[in-house]
């Protein structure tokens, strides 16, 4: 048996949000570079148009949108006018490190918008998508959730996030539990800190670094690439008894 054949997307079709940037480009290379077509959703049209001119080298078909994806209608439009969806990479997100007593309840309202009700809507539409294929209980789908490792513990200046990251790991196991019979898979990927443009900003301020360093005892940041063959993983037939769990890319962090 050949077993390296179950990381093939050939014929897969793959949804990924944020895909202009950090960890959502990342992983819509891999996925391409792994033989699946693309969807790919962000807010700047010139991000986009960098992902889909490198992965159309690789003679991967490749559409790109520009859509905020707590923007319901527009989601839902674009979503709904696919002919198919296999696998959604739900990695959309933001953060905004404030202490819990300091938290502006606009902030905290926008990121539950953003990591949470969004992520959900999304999970939905694409789900719904990927049932109406007829043969999907014989081909499977899978979706991957972009969590963190801050899904799995607490973090100083991060509790919306936690509430944020908690809140997906329960929605991914109900989800899972639900899309089964469907033969959907429902997975996270939790990250430690990735060297992002999102990230850059905090690891700028050198104890954060040090203190974040000392919390991983493989003693360094994680690579893009890491993250984003972990993806590459999970939504493939490599993966294909793997539902309604994380996959803790994390450097040890939450062993401890």
Known sequence: ?????????????????????GLGRACAIALAEAGANLIIISR????????????KKLRIKCKSYVCDIT????????????????????????????????VKTKNMEYL????????????????????????RKKIGGAIVNMSSQMGHVGGPIRSVYNMNKWGLEGLTKGMSL????YNIRVNTVCPTFVVTPMTK????????????????PLGRFAELS??????????????SMITGTSLLVDGGWTAK
């Open 201 to 216: 900003k905090f690891l700028k301020n050198k104890k954060f670094k040090r203190e974040t360093l000392n919390n991983i």
């Open 112 to 135: 539950v918008k953003i990591n949470t009700v969004a992520t959900f809507n999304l999970a939905q539409l694409c789900a719904l998508k990927m049932i109406s294929s007829k043969n």
């Open 44 to 55: 700047t049209k010139k991000d986009l148009d960098e992902v889909s001119k490198k992965v």
């Open 226 to 239: 890491e993250i984003a063959s972990s993806v590459v993983f999970l939504a493939s037939d490599a993966a």
């Open 1 to 21: 048996m050949m077993y390296l054949k179950n990381y093939n997307l050939k014929n897969k079709t793959a949804v990924v949000t944020g895909a202009g940037k």
């Open 178 to 181: 639900d899309l089964a019979k």
């Open 71 to 102: 923007n319901y209608n527009e989601i839902k439009r674009i979503i709904n006018k696919q002919s198919k969806i296999d696998i959604l990479v739900n990695n959309a997100g933001n953060n905004i490190p404030e202490h819990f007593t300091k």
